[in-house]
T-cell receptor, first 112, second 112 residues
């Protein structure tokens, strides 16, 4: 099973600023995924991070708001840009294969 | 649009009880159904069920997939206070289980 290290664990940010969340995997993976979990709600897929190409965004999410980088097969970042209180959520990176799936430890973001 | 519905939304039991959590789904192209346990931020993978593996068991937890009824159940026997968590059901339509549609979860509380 893969080990994912996600940073930061939590942060409190001012509205209008940006935060970059990092995920490091201990093995090479083709695709990584970024999810958001708003308070009291379930997980919603933001985008798929592909190495060597642009990320693929789900309906309702745009690159200007959530730019994603994937410089190699073990690392990805998600930036939450121009934050507002509505962006307060848990953000999670994930990876999987045909038999199981794993999540990073999550980043609890509070925007004030 | 893919849809996953879990029931009940919350459940309170006493230690030693047996619980059954339900998950139904509507997806365009079903590949697998996954169960997770979420205690803090990051969901922990429990089971993956597919057309070729419709029943899984691990200790006191077991799960069955009913492809005809488009549903799954998660059973927990002899519950313990450590089983208190949110249990998430997710469905994947691709070969990578990291990309899934999640239900709203069932919050299980086990009282001593």
């Amino acid at each position: 099973s893969a080990v994912i290290s996600q940073k930061p664990s939590r942060d409190i940010c001012q509205r209008g600023t940006s935060l970059t969340i990092q995920c490091q995997v201990d093995s090479q993976v083709t695709m990584m995924f970024w999810y958001r979990q708003q308070p009291g709600q379930s997980l919603t897929l933001i985008a798929t991070a592909n190495q060597g190409s642009e990320a693929t965004y789900e309906s309702g999410f745009v690159i200007d708001k959530f730019p994603i980088s994937r410089p190699n097969l073990t690392f990805s970042t998600l930036t939450v840009s121009n934050m507002s209180p509505e962006d307060s959520s848990i953000y999670l990176c994930s990876l999987g294969d045909g038999t199981e799936a794993f999540f990073g430890q999550g980043t609890r973001l509070t925007v004030v | 649009e893919d849809k996953v519905v879990q029931s009940p939304l919350s459940l309170v039991v006493h230690e030693g009880d047996t619980v059954t959590l339900n998950c139904s789904y509507e997806v365009t192209n079903f590949r697998s159904l996954l169960w997770y346990k979420q205690e803090k931020k990051a969901p922990t993978f429990l089971f993956m069920l597919t057309s070729s593996g419709i029943e899984k068991k691990s200790g006191r937890l077991s799960s069955i997939l009913d492809k005809k009824e488009l549903s799954s159940i998660l059973n927990i026997t002899a519950t313990q206070t450590g089983d208190s968590a949110i249990y998430l059901c997710a469905v994947s339509d691709g070969t990578n289980a990291g990309k899934s549609t999640f239900g709203d979860g069932t919050t299980l509380t086990v009282k001593p």
